[in-house]
């Protein structure tokens, strides 16, 4: 099993900055890759980024890209989220995901069925 948990979001202004954290315990794969979502009441979740086992592999959906950075920590772990220049349509529940992986070579993947873990999602609120 494994546990993530998620930190770090709160009320911001738009333009504004917040770091989210997820961290992950249990019996996680060193070449697990992990994942950002989030998801609005009423609404789908939606992909925000992914990031390889390495670190040095990441990819971001259109509506973030340039706006957000995801890393791992040196040990790997954990895994954190920077967001700037927010903005109101980034309110959201911000959830992290880990997904198993058996090799260390693989594609990062959107799709949310992909992944295995889930962390019970931390709020964030941008005011207009």
């Known amino acids: 099993q494994v546990q993530l948990v998620e930190s770090g979001g709160g009320l911001v202004q738009a333009g504004g900055s917040l770091r989210l954290s997820c961290a992950a315990s249990?019996?996680?794969?060193?070449?697990?890759?992990m994942a950002w979502f989030r998801q609005a009441p009423g609404k789908e979740r939606e992909f925000v980024a992914a990031?390889?086992?390495?670190?040095?592999?990441?990819f971001y959906a259109n509506s973030v890209k340039g706006r957000v950075t995801i890393s791992r920590g040196a040990a790997k772990n954990p895994m954190y989220l920077q967001m700037d220049s927010l903005k109101p349509e980034d309110t959201d529940v911000y959830y992290c995901?880990?997904?198993?992986?058996?090799?260390?070579?693989?594609?990062?993947?959107?799709?949310?069925?992909?992944?295995?873990?889930w962390g019970q999602g931390t709020q964030v609120t941008v005011s207009s």
């Open positions: 995901a880990l997904k198993y992986e058996y090799s260390y070579a693989y594609a990062l993947s959107i799709d949310e069925t992909d992944y295995h873990y």
């Open positions: 249990g019996r996680t794969l060193s070449s697990s890759s």
């Open positions: 990031i390889d086992w390495s670190g040095r592999s990441t």
